[in-house]
């Protein structure tokens, strides 16, 4: 029997696109004929006529599988969603603004049949994208990197081929604030990376402005590293100590040397800082009780409206 694969695709407000993303992944399967395809169109909640442009898709072709979440959740949880639909042996995770090229799919399709369970694709070039956001995205990794013990793919995104096993273990993750690049690491299984140039958006704008980055930076370092905590606890005891030594200086300098005590200006640097240093560490600690508070509610991280014609009431949410 041909072996199935799910092609899956989160896309918000992608009408531009689709059926230019079609025709490629269409010449695509139609050159791996081996295969049996599905291609799992997420919505994510789009304003646009992303929906209808789906449907007429499907109308042509049934391999077009269309889930319809019930509002804008943002890709990493459309990305579950895509998990817990994909009916494929393997899956392939692909943005929708053909930034990631579809014929790379036959490459990744051989190291899975080589026994490779996450072929990843990193990024060689970035076309199209400004120096800033290159180089901000340099420092996270490396920050990220140095703060945790899971190797961390660099210049890789979620264009990747999964196998079953890789999809089976990220269904049972379900935390409601992901970093899906994270949990990739995090999960194991025999990678194999492969390198590709990353083109322009076909058509329509990015979702992302670099408030939405920093919050994912936020979102990647406090789901995956403590170290923050740690580096607090360390700035506090660095603190201490040497405000402690200046103490025994003053002192000394005070009784045996009759020198006053110096005045205002350094009271203030001093008291300014330690207010910023004990701010900072209050946002760090509150960052890690609001992941706590999100994830006690326990509520479950999407519904869907309907698959493909299918409505579907929340009880009946397909789920590992
Ligand atoms: N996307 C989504 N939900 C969102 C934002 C984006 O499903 O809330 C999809 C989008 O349709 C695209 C992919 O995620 O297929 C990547 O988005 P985008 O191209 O805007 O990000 P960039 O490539 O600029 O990082
Ligand atoms: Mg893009």
Redesign the pocket.
């Known amino acids: 029997m041909a072996k199935k694969v799910s092609i899956l ?6 009408e531009k696109v689709l059926h230019l993303l079609y025709a490629r992944l269409k010449s695509l399967t139609d050159s791996l004929p081996q295969y049996e395809w599905e291609m799992l169109f ?1 919505n ?2 789009s304003k646009d006529n992303t929906l209808a442009v789906l449907f007429s898709l499907r109308k042509e072709d049934t391999r077009v599988n269309i889930i319809d979440l019930s509002r ?4 990493e949880i ?1 990305m579950l969603a895509g998990f817990d639909y994909a009916s494929g042996d393997c899956a392939i995770v ?4 053909l ?1 990631d090229p579809p014929e790379l799919i036959s490459q990744m399709l051989q190291y899975w049949e080589e026994g490779y369970d996450d072929v990843y694709a990193k990024r060689r070039s970035r076309k199209g994208e400004s120096f800033l956001k290159k180089k901000t995205s340099a420092w996270f990794y490396k920050i990220l990197q140095r703060t945790t013990k899971i190797t961390i793919q660099l210049d890789t ?1 979620d264009f990747r081929l999964l196998d079953r096993s890789c999809i089976e273990a990220l269904k049972q993750i379900r935390e409601s604030s992901r970093y899906t690049k994270g949990m990739f690491s995090w999960i194991g299984y025999r990678k194999k990376e492969i390198l590709f140039d990353r083109d322009q ?1 076909a058509a329509g ?4 402005n670099y408030f939405k980055l920093f919050s994912l930076a936020i979102e990647g370092i406090t789901s995956f590293t403590t170290a923050p905590l740690r580096i607090s606890t360390i700035i506090g005891v660095l603190v201490s100590l040497s405000s402690f030594a200046y103490l025994i200086y003053m002192i000394i300098d005070t009784v045996f040397n009759g020198n006053p005590i110096a005045g205002y200006a350094s009271t203030i640097v001093i008291i300014l800082f330690l207010g910023g240093v004990q701010l900072l560490s209050l946002g760090v600690i509150g960052e890690y009780i609001s992941r706590i508070f999100v994830e006690t509610k326990r509520r479950p991280p999407y519904f869907v409206r309907s698959f493909n014609d299918e409505k579907i009431p929340p009880q009946n949410r397909k789920q590992n």
């Open positions: 695709i989160p896309a918000y407000n992608e997420i994510d909640g804008n959740y943002g890709k459309a692909i943005d929708a603004d930034q995104g958006r704008e990015t979702k992302w």
